[in-house]
């Protein structure tokens, strides 16, 4: 098995280091002394801590979808229903080191003051994961699922922030109740067994 590159061991340390400590308070030559790389190859892949902030960003948005997606997709398979994105995040939340979401944090902590690209990245993730929230809830066979998904977005935040100042496992099951509503108030009726077609005759 190939031995990780520079920019990859990099990339790996600095997303732990702006997760667990925050975006600001992480200088580059703590980055550089627990990535065991010189400074030159840091400064030889990134020009800036903004640029090594937004590839960071790049690469979670891609690795963490991938993940949640994953961890869904399995639980979808046995439970179609939107309350398996609950369960998801739940087991996202149980991950050793979890610090909330790295999009909201970076947001929190430097907004558009920084880089524009920041901000832009982190709305980028969003409307990937509300993306994937719709294609859900057009397969469970709900309607307006693009409006669904805009619901379950804020349910899904919520989660988010909430387990990350509360640490309290019960947000999971607040998710579920939530999800399950919004899922009740999009299905499509049904008509009842004998009644007659809009249009036939009476």
């Known amino acids: 098995m190939s031995q990780p590159s520079a920019r990859e061991r990099i990339l790996e340390t600095a997303g732990r280091l702006f997760l667990q400590e925050g975006y600001r308070a992480t200088g580059i030559d703590r980055i550089i002394a627990e990535s065991g790389v010189a400074k030159m190859s840091l400064y030889r892949n990134f020009k800036s801590k903004n640029e090594l902030i937004a590839a960071f960003l790049e690469w979670r948005d891609a690795t963490w979808m991938q993940e949640f997606i994953d961890k869904v997709e399995t639980r979808f398979a046995k439970h179609p229903s939107l309350t398996v994105l609950a369960d998801a995040l739940g087991e996202c939340f ?91 108030g999009a299905s499509v009726s049904k008509p009842r067994s004998g009644s007659r077609k809009a249009g036939q005759a009476g």
């Open 94 to 184: 149980a991950e050793e080191g979890f610090r909330g979401c790295a999009f909201i944090n970076v947001v929190a902590e430097t907004g558009s003051e920084s880089d524009p690209q920041h901000l832009q990245l982190a709305l980028t993730h969003k409307q990937n994961l509300e993306r994937y929230v719709a294609q859900l809830a057009e397969r469970v066979g709900l309607k307006a699922p693009q409006t669904v998904a805009s619901d379950a977005m804020l349910c899904i935040e919520g989660m988010m922030v909430r387990y990350q100042m509360m640490r309290d496992a019960a947000v999971v099951d607040f998710g579920k109740r939530l999800l399950a509503t919004i899922e009740t």
